[in-house]
């Protein structure tokens, strides 16, 4: 009788101690939703990396601030429209998941069939990768 209250407690305790992990697992895990508006934060291309002074600095329309100019808008119909200062038209295609992926990984396909890899790198920020070298790092907008 006593070696099962002893058990009982036990298993008690360890239910107490897992129950803030699973709480906090699940608030951090749950919200990866890719779609919505993506502002660059950083560019890599080969071993050059640019934050968003450098890439502010570097503008050829100075009317419009970096946001305007460089951003990624992935919308919930498996669409995308993606703007950078290089190009002179928005880049649309849709998107996919990965789901072979071990990470939350995407595919967005462009009207030309460029393949850009999108992965989560932290909450509410993602790589978008044209390659091994050449990527960039976006925030979510609020």
């Given at each position: 009788?006593?070696?099962?209250?002893?058990?009982?407690?036990?298993?008690?305790?360890?239910?107490?101690?897992?129950?803030?992990?699973?709480?906090?697992?699940?608030?951090?895990?749950?919200?990866?939703?890719?779609?919505?508006?993506?502002?660059?934060?950083?560019?890599?291309?080969?071993?050059?990396t640019k934050d968003r002074t450098q890439l502010t600095a570097d503008?050829?329309?100075?009317?419009?601030?970096?946001?305007?100019?460089?951003?990624?808008?992935?919308?919930?119909?498996?669409?995308?429209?993606?703007?950078?200062?290089?190009?002179?038209?928005?880049?649309?295609?849709?998107?996919?998941?990965?789901?072979?992926?071990?990470?939350?990984?995407?595919?967005?396909?462009?009207?030309?069939?460029?393949?850009?890899?999108?992965?989560?790198?932290?909450?509410?920020?993602?790589?978008?990768?044209?390659?091994?070298?050449?990527?960039?790092?976006?925030?979510?907008?609020?």
């Amino acid at each position: 009788m006593i070696k099962t209250i002893k058990n009982t407690l036990k298993i008690s305790a360890v239910l107490l101690l897992l129950l803030p992990i699973i709480f906090v697992m699940t608030a951090c895990g749950g919200n990866t939703s890719i779609d919505g508006t993506w502002k660059v934060q950083s560019v890599t291309s080969g071993e050059t990396t640019k934050d968003r002074t450098q890439l502010t600095a570097d503008l050829t329309d100075k009317t419009k601030g970096l946001d305007e100019q460089f951003k990624l808008v992935i919308k919930s119909d498996n669409t995308f429209t993606l703007l950078t200062p290089a190009s002179t038209t928005e880049v649309t295609g849709t998107w996919t998941q990965d789901k072979a992926a071990k990470e939350d990984t995407y595919k967005l396909t462009t009207s030309d069939n460029t393949v850009y890899t999108v992965t989560y790198e932290l909450s509410n920020t993602i790589k978008v990768a044209s390659g091994d070298k050449d990527y960039f790092i976006m925030k979510k907008s609020k």
